[in-house]
């Protein structure tokens, strides 16, 4: 017998879930809108925002960075740890005050020669940070050192061929060339002058510096450098200025020292001589004409009577 019996499935859809997925999917797409919407408005805000500030730096002139000098407490604190440091071999605080005085005067940028690397290299550097600061020193191996350990230090090493028992025959053979070789006005790159350092950078020669500081080279014992060719250096440096300021200061530390007080007085010369203590010398040079062969307008005094005053 044929089952008549069907079995009629009837389904039914609610509308209530067909309108909860609906709803879902416009929730979303609104959030999807808004999230684009402020991540683009952002995008914008920020661009222009980041051009208007380069414009400013841009039109901003470039000394504005460079040239802010440091604050006094700054230098007055730098001086004072200096002064107070371990080292047998440090300066003073006056002598540094001194120093200091004057590159805080220096029209910027300053040029500052320095011979020697001392326990003061890294304020020298601090103190003159709108400048260009340069070091010179006898030892190599100390230099590349230095260089290497602190990397914002410009240091160059020099061959010394001088020896501090032949200074009164090396004064003589100078004042003998003054107007040859030994000229007081000149570029020393290509002189034969016993006492003019002439294997320096070429660039050390093409500087007009400001202020230079003689510090180096080390040693007092007889066969030691000493230091008659920086002091002969440093006045050939100053007189032979081709512009900025034509005045040039130059300290010798150490100013007691025989070799350093002479070679001053001989190539620095004492009407030159602003300011001494115990142990600093302080003469400020004038440049002077091409044609020049007189170191000093006191044209009689000599070694002798140097090594006596």
Not at 78 to 105: E, F, G, P, Q
Not at 122 to 140: Q, S, Y
Request: proline share 5%; charged share 20%.
């Amino acid at each position: 017998m044929k089952n008549t019996n069907t079995n009629t499935k009837f389904i039914l859809l609610h509308p209530y879930i067909q309108k909860q997925g609906s709803s879902n999917r416009l929730w979303l797409l609104a959030f999807i809108s808004f999230f684009t919407l402020a991540f683009l408005a952002t995008l914008i805000y920020t661009r222009d925002t980041t051009s208007s500030i380069t414009t400013t730096i841009s039109s901003t002139p470039l000394s504005t960075f460079t040239n802010t000098p440091l604050p006094s407490s700054v230098i007055n604190t730098l001086l004072h740890y200096a002064s107070k440091s371990n080292d047998t071999y440090h300066m003073s605080h006056s002598d540094l005050k001194t120093i200091s005085d004057v590159l805080r005067k220096c029209s910027s940028p300053c040029n500052f020669l320095v011979f020697g690397l001392t326990p003061e290299t890294l304020l020298w550097k601090a103190l003159n940070h709108n400048g260009r600061t340069v070091f010179i020193d006898e030892n190599r191996y100390y230099a590349a050192y230095f260089e290497e350990k602190h990397p914002e230090i410009d240091a160059y090493d020099v061959q010394y061929t001088t020896r501090r028992s032949e200074m009164k025959e090396l004064i003589a053979s100078a004042k003998e060339q003054s107007g040859n070789e030994c000229r007081p006005v000149q570029n020393l790159l290509f002189s034969e002058c016993k006492l003019g350092l002439n294997d320096l950078p070429n660039h050390v020669y093409e500087v007009d510096w400001d202020v230079i500081l003689v510090d180096g080279p080390r040693g007092d014992w007889p066969d030691a450098p000493g230091r008659m060719s920086p002091i002969f250096t440093a006045g050939v440096l100053a007189r032979s200025k081709k512009s900025g300021n034509p005045k040039t200061h130059v300290f010798v530390h150490d100013f007691s020292g025989k070799v350093e007080r002479i070679c001053g007085n001989e190539f620095l010369c004492k009407e030159n001589l602003v300011e001494t203590t115990h142990s600093l010398g302080h003469y400020i040079l004038e440049k002077m004409e091409e044609s020049s062969v007189k170191y000093c307008k006191d044209h009689n005094h000599s070694s002798g009577s140097s090594s006596s005053s």
